[in-house]
């Protein structure tokens, strides 16, 4: 139990937020830490589309942990004077960090001349994207605004395992806010350089 309650902590301090209690990994030697080098070489995204810097993989669970902070220019004029984060941006975070749980729990090839894959998941369709209000310390918490820490947590859906399909849930505070359930498209490098180049000529 000493050595479960030591890993929760560390998981916690390099994440910078806490870890929901029916979370917390079981088994401490199957956790992984991502920094955000390991990341780069995990997602064909660019620095300014990458918004996941770091992630814990709980390899038993079959689940990724990582943190989102949400900064002013993640907000600015959603709205003017009111400013808030955009689902459609919380839903771009949230699929990067399902994505991120295919490219570390399986084995994907990576080679350098073709931006780090050879090949990378892409979003084909969204099944359900729910937003909650939460009570937290008896205050009603409905927008996610500048300056708050998002645990982001992904994993496969219960009894179906498929690298296909993830579902995400966002807390705040171990608190429950957002949820989200993706179907990806496993894609070959070459192949998606292929058709982007095909529709841009």
Known sequence: MATQ??????????????????????????VIFFDENKIKTLMPEGDRQRFIKRAVLDRKNERIFSMFEVRFEHCEDHFPEFPMLPMAKLGQVMAQVGSLLIMASEDFSLIADNNGKNSFPLVKSVQSIESFSVNINGKRKIFIVPND?????????????TIKSTNISVYTTTHLIAAMSLTYEILNWPFFTRLYERQMA
């Open 149 to 161: 820490r998002l645990l982001m947590v992904a994993e496969y859906p219960r009894g179906k395992i």
């Open 5 to 30: 309650t030591a890993s929760v902590i560390e998981l916690e301090e390099f994440l910078g937020v806490g870890i929901p209690k029916d979370k917390i990994p079981e088994d401490p030697d199957e």
